[in-house]
């Protein structure tokens, strides 16, 4: 997913703590000069939980940023130094569920937004889990549900997941 540097001018409008918000002139590849708004993310991870009895965890999460409840798979965005997608899966699925993996194994990675976000997702299969206490931040409210990938399917199918990366992970994962 590397791409080549076509930037001619960035001006930063906004830095922030997780996002920042740049002005980038580039030089496209057909010639013509482009001046796009794009989003400067570091990167994120979502992880599928299998349990040993191959039920699944999923999350029930209220977001601010919607107003609302939603379904979605535990995942959170890269945020340590140097931290690799592997390790921040680890960190994230413990943190959010109190569920400690074993084995995690890299299953695929996209961009969600590419129009305006340099986001790349890595999503992840975690297994042999062992159960800790969840490490949630102040503002994460989340209850945890366990259900069949069938079941979670089906979340899917009645529009009750609204969440792209759980979606795509999930019918990915029925497609294995």
Known sequence: MDSENFAEKTTYVYKGKRISLKILETRLPNGKLAKKEVVEH????VILPV??????????QFRP???????????????????????CAKRELEEETGYRPGKVEAL???Y??????TEIIHAYIARDLKRTEPKRDET????????????????????????AKTILTLLYYSCL
Do not use: H, M, Q
């Open 108 to 110: 695929f990675k996209f």
């Open 112 to 117: 969600p937004s590419p129009g305006y976000c």
């Open 51 to 60: 349990l040993d009895d191959g039920k699944i965890v999923l999350l029930k």
């Open 140 to 163: 994460e409210v989340i209850e945890t549900l366990t259900l069949s990938v069938s079941e979670a399917i089906a979340l899917v199918k009645r529009e009750n997941v609204a969440d």
């Open 42 to 45: 570091p990167g994120a991870v």
């Open 65 to 87: 940023s919607v107003g609302s409840w939603i379904y979605e798979l535990p995942a959170g965005t890269l945020d340590k130094a140097n931290e690799s997608p592997e390790e």
